[in-house]
């Protein structure tokens, strides 16, 4: 999931557990990655343990109280001692926010992405906190990369005195769309998963143009997987392509996406300006530019 934190980050095991069930962390496990949830514990919370890389009781207490403090619950809205993707997420990003010098918990989101956690003297944690994430085309750029300029556009926008009165500052999570390797959808949904369990209130939206709307969409599926009731969905002029298995084959009509699926929004909406680059180049289907503006997405 590409976590961000210098602690967590490129550790196979970890990176793992934030994406797989079955890679997730529990007792009796042993091992540097474990040393380094240890050491997280002891720096967010001063936990009373040692970084010895052995997952005992000592360790099993110190996780079941840092979910109990931030309420992060199992499916069975229970708290347990397993350090799976919520709570991998939510580490991560206060790891982030302390080497950053935010101070974990304490901080408050200023910009997005690369400032996840700054502390901002003044800011009411207690007012709602509105999450844009936005996959934008590649437009030349290298694919999966922040794009800088849509953070300094929604913090424009949307930081203005009257908002600032009853909002905290938006937070936009913004990257240049991708697929395989460049696919930063999970890392999407990490961040929001661990700014939604610090400051609930507030809405979740996520955005996709061209190349990002297949990320846009996957980052969806995987918050509403991980319980993040979104807001809006929507996609603009969305690249999918039927060779790489992301659009229906065209014997039924309308062409609908293959994936992702189980996307819970209150709304939803796809705008096609065409379907799919390669679909464009196929004239004998005269369906191909603005066909179906404002269908929705398959769910």
């Not at 990369?145 to 913090?155: K, L, M, N």
């Not at 609908?256 to 004239?283: C, R, V």
């Amino acid at each position: 999931m590409a976590l961000q934190s210098k602690l967590f980050r490129g550790d196979a095991k970890l990176e793992a557990s934030s994406v797989s069930d079955n890679a997730h962390i529990v007792r009796g496990t042993s091992g540097p990655h474990v040393s380094k949830i240890q050491q997280a514990l002891i720096q967010l919370d001063a936990a009373a343990i040692t970084a010895d890389g052995a997952y005992g009781s000592g360790t099993a207490a110190a996780v079941s109280a840092f979910k109990r403090k931030r309420q992060i619950l199992n499916f069975q809205s229970k708290i347990d001692d397993i350090v799976g993707k919520k709570t991998i997420a939510v580490r991560d990003t206060e790891m982030l926010a302390k080497e950053k010098g935010g101070g974990g918990t304490r901080g408050v989101v200023r910009r997005g992405v690369n400032t996840v956690g700054d502390a901002t003297p003044g800011i009411d944690r207690d007012k709602p906190l509105d999450i844009i994430v936005q996959f934008a085309g590649a437009l030349g750029k290298t694919e999966g990369t922040t794009d800088d300029g849509s953070r300094d556009d929604f913090a424009n926008k949307f930081n203005t005195p009257a908002y600032l009165q009853t909002h905290q500052p938006v937070a936009p999570v913004c990257f240049f769309g991708g697929r395989g390797s460049n696919d930063r959808s999970g890392a999407a949904a990490a961040l929001v998963v661990g700014l939604r369990l610090l400051s609930k209130n507030g809405i979740t939206v996520v955005l996709g143009e061209s190349s990002g709307g297949l990320p846009a969409l996957k980052a969806a599926e995987a918050l509403t997987k991980l319980g993040v009731k979104l807001a809006y969905v929507g996609i603009a002029d969305g690249a999918f392509f039927q060779t790489l298995g992301e659009v229906i084959p065209f014997s039924n009509f309308p062409p609908q996406l293959a994936f992702p699926l189980g996307i819970d929004a209150t709304k939803k909406e796809n705008f096609f300006q065409s379907f799919g680059h390669n679909t464009l180049k196929d004239p004998s289907r005269p369906w191909r530019i603005h066909a179906w503006n404002g269908i929705p997405l398959c769910d």
